[in-house]
């Protein structure tokens, strides 16, 4: 992984001066304090790994230790104004559950994830390998990833869960994607509201 | 980057004071003293103290050795000195021996200066926010406006609290490890059975004991026994004793059979060896009457609303004592007043006492934490 995640730029432009953020999986910290430093944000990170909590601390934000598997118990309903899951979505278990959460504490969430229609990757399957890539850079047997789902399959999860896709950015390793994003791109990135 | 060293041989120092101190019990102390220690410098701008509040049991020896005694090593001497997570390179570290201690500062064991004998039980109820009053005073005394930290454990923990909201401009930043924002029912139910211990205790004498020339030995022991259970996980015992006989064979009597018995025991003397009764009967008092929430209806985000320090709160999985549900309740409240807070919830198999230790991950993240603060 790099320091610098391209989406970082999107999910910064979704963010207005000033608001309480919550990041989840926030690893070392970085999202959050570029957020503190470019949107002054009340930012707080969630990290359960104690290595990458650590990080955190040493980065100078707010990092608190929680099981993302448990829901968000114990925050309040619409406390913040963005909740982000920065590249994690897929590797949680409880995928329906976080993102009712994530509704729930947030007035928005921001979302991004790998897409694993990404033609690359329908490519590698057909050439008869699980696929590795910039977007998705573990081989199978250490994946952290529990989830391989598509933009279109993330698109139906939202539809049959009632979630409002406000916004969606597509890129192809860090390019804009603006035809066929389920086949173009490897990285989606969304803004999603509660209702339709 | 040094080797961690201690701080080497130290010496307690005592303050007095003359101004009367108006307890929360409704009594008043019109003139005490407070035996405490410090390490390292205090720095031109006085900006870099940190004060170590201790728990039940603890004292104002908090790092380093005496002289006279190379042996007694301070009780969070793994966290205190040079290149240590509490570096004593950076910060200028107090510890204070709270008031109704047996250590030295005011307290039962202490003479009452206005009968010239022993306080013994005459020596007021004193509070978690009478404490941190006294350290506040003795603050002052030290030249010292704001701390750079309040940090504590367990009852120490509630203290660094308690310093956030009694003192909210004078402190920069709160470690609050393995606390609770107050005791549950059973919290205080294990505190009853000791004092009820110590209280029924032929040789207590109301608590007027050593004009007796006795001490309660069994109720002590008996208190500290029940303590210790508290202290340890079931993990950590199981691991420790598990159902290991002294004889390898049951012998059907009331000796020492379990090896558990034989540690309860052990420590149990020990303790009643060196600890006064009386302060452990007035310190666990103390402890049920924490509840900053109270005032506010239990409603700890209102109670905490006052608090502007840099929090850190840690946990240890295994702490049955104060689990790590009670030290998210503050999380919680912290977080619902915006304030900075981090919060750790340490892998460690040794219950309530992990706290003492010197896991990695805990003692890293007290280095992180500490590096961070600016003095």
Redesign the interface.
């Known amino acids: 992984m790099t320091s610098y995640r391209y989406d970082y730029d999107v999910i910064t432009q979704w963010i207005d001066p000033g608001e309480?953020v919550l990041d989840l999986g926030c690893g070392d910290g970085d999202l959050l304090r570029h957020l503190m430093q470019v949107r002054q944000v009340?930012g707080?990170g969630v990290e359960n790994d104690?290595d990458k909590?650590?990080a955190?601390?040493?980065n100078?934000v707010?990092?608190?230790?929680m099981d993302l598997e448990k829901g968000l118990v114990?925050?309040?309903d619409g406390?913040f104004d963005h909740v982000i899951m920065s590249l994690s979505l897929q590797a949680m278990h409880n995928t329906q559950g976080i993102l009712h959460e994530m509704l729930r504490v947030g007035r928005e969430a921001v979302v991004s994830f790998p897409n694993f229609g990404y033609w690359r990757h329908r490519q590698s399957i057909l050439n008869g390998h699980m696929p590795v890539s910039e977007s998705l850079p573990h081989q199978w047997y250490n994946t952290p990833n529990v989830r391989f789902f598509t933009i279109a399959d993330f698109d139906a999860l939202c539809e049959m869960n009632g979630i409002a896709v406000r916004e969606r950015l597509a890129f192809d390793e860090g390019k804009l994607v603006l035809e066929e994003p389920n086949f173009l791109a490897s990285v989606a990135v969304y803004r999603l509201g509660r209702g339709r | 980057m040094i080797q961690p060293q201690s701080v080497g041989v130290v010496a307690p120092q005592r303050a007095e004071f003359t101004e009367p101190l108006a307890l929360r019990s409704g009594g008043t102390l019109d003139n005490y003293h407070l035996v405490y220690e410090t390490y390292g410098t205090l720095n031109a701008e006085r900006s870099n103290a940190v004060l170590v509040c201790h728990a039940l049991s603890g004292s104002h020896h908090v790092a380093g050795t005496y002289a006279d005694a190379p042996h007694n090593v301070g009780w969070w001497d793994n966290l205190v000195g040079p290149g240590k997570p509490l570096d004593t390179r950076k910060f200028f570290v107090i510890g204070v021996n709270n008031l109704g201690g047996c250590y030295g500062s005011s307290g039962p064991n202490q003479m009452n200066p206005a009968t010239g004998k022993l306080w013994g039980a005459d020596f007021p109820f004193v509070t978690v926010e009478d404490w941190v009053e006294s350290q506040a005073r003795l603050a002052d005394r030290l030249g010292i406006r704001r701390f750079a930290a309040v940090v504590g454990g367990s009852l120490g923990g509630m203290q660094a609290l308690s310093w956030a909201l009694q003192f909210p401009e004078r402190v920069g930043h709160v470690a609050v490890i393995a606390a609770a924002p107050k005791l549950t029912a059973q919290n205080i139910a294990f505190n009853e059975v000791a004092r009820q211990a110590i209280l029924t205790d032929p040789e207590f004498h109301g608590g007027h004991y050593y004009e007796h020339g006795v001490v309660p030995a069994r109720g002590l022991k008996l208190a500290r026994m029940v303590g210790h259970i508290t202290y340890l996980s079931d993990d950590s015992m199981a691991e420790k004793f598990g159902r290991s006989l002294r004889h390898g064979r049951n012998t059907y009597s009331y000796d020492v059979e379990f090896e558990i018995e034989s540690y309860l025991r052990y420590q149990g003397d020990k303790f009643a060896g060196y600890f006064d009764a009386n302060t452990y009967l007035l310190t666990t008092k103390a402890l049920d009457y924490f509840d900053p929430a109270f005032e506010y209806g239990g409603n700890l985000p209102a109670a905490l609303a006052r608090a502007s320090a840099d929090f850190l709160v840690v946990s240890f999985t295994t702490d049955w004592r104060f689990s790590p549900e009670r030290s998210r309740e503050i999380v919680y409240a912290l977080l619902h007043n915006k304030r900075r807070v981090s919060y750790a919830e340490i892998d460690c198999p040794a219950g309530h006492d992990s706290f003492l230790l010197d896991e990695t991950r805990y003692h890293a993240l007290l280095s992180a934490w500490f590096d961070r603060i600016e003095v």
């Open positions: 309480k009340q707080y104690p909590l650590l955190s601390v040493k100078g707010n990092v608190i230790q114990g925050l309040e406390f």
